[in-house]
T-cell receptor
Framework: RKEVEQDPGPFNVPEGATVAFNCTYS??????FFWYRQDCRKEPKLLMS???SGNEDGRFTAQLNRASQYISLLIRDSKLSDSATYLC????????????FGRGTSLIVHP | EAQVTQNPRYLITVTGKKLTVTCSQN?????MSWYRQDPGLGLRQIYY???????DKGDVPEGYKVSRKEKRNFPLILESPSPNQTSLYFC?????????????FGSGTQLSVL
């Protein structure tokens, strides 16, 4: 089983829609969780960290479910500019402090 | 400005011709890492370094070398490039501890080996 798994998509949604991505991780001892955004052939950039209590940044909400070992990203009121690949990153997976990346979920927002 | 600088942005070479991709960060970060990204495979770690003179293999180290003689620089060396090393490469760094620390990425190097 891959340490960090994501549905590759693509998720194809209209502007204004709400879309949610999940990411599962295999190591229950994992300690830090992040969502990165990557535009085509550009470097990944931090979107938000994920905390146990959940956190929100504008239209974006991230949540962590330690019992079921997954994190989620919810995007409300999707914009065309949200089209990108969203990467889940887990740190502390596999017993190390090396970040482990999921393969990413592709989001396409259309007019 | 805090940044990771990676060069060159694009590189076309031929099989067997040694090349180096440079990576430099100005944030005094301990941790640096190299990734390659291929369609459908996501980001795969090549090598990483926890500090000066400390380097370790990642998931796909074959055919690559790295060095960490100074804290700011972490070059990626391909001694004898082959076509299967054609890929998009990213360098990244973060502060000590990693847990909770953000990764900063370079702009990427698109390498084509003919």
């Amino acid at each position: 089983r891959k340490e960090v798994e994501q549905d590759p998509g693509p998720f194809n949604v209209p502007e204004g829609a709400t879309v949610a991505f999940n990411c599962t991780y295999s190591n229950s001892a994992s300690q830090s969780f992040f969502w990165y955004r990557q535009d085509c052939r550009k470097e990944p950039k931090l979107l938000m960290s994920v905390y146990s209590s959940g956190n929100e940044d504008g239209r974006f909400t991230a949540q962590l479910n330690r019992a079921s070992q997954y994190i989620s990203l919810l995007i409300r009121d999707s914009k065309l500019s949200d089209s990108a690949t969203y990467l889940c990153v887990v740190v502390g997976s596999g017993g190390s402090y090396i970040p482990t990346f999921g393969r990413g979920t592709s989001l396409i927002v259309h007019p | 400005e805090a940044q990771v600088t990676q060069n060159p942005r694009y590189l076309i070479t031929v099989t067997g011709k040694k090349l180096t991709v440079t990576c430099s960060q100005n944030m005094n970060h301990e941790y640096m890492s190299w990734y390659r990204q291929d369609p459908g495979l996501g980001l795969r770690q090549i090598y990483y370094s926890m500090n000066v003179e400390v380097t370790d293999k990642g998931d796909v180290p074959e055919g690559y070398k790295v060095s960490r003689k100074e804290k700011r620089n972490f070059p990626l060396i391909l001694e004898s490039p082959s076509p299967n090393q054609t890929s998009l490469y990213f360098c990244a760094s973060s502060a000590r501890g990693l847990v909770g620390e953000k990764l900063f990425f370079g702009s990427g190097t698109q390498l084509s080996v003919l």
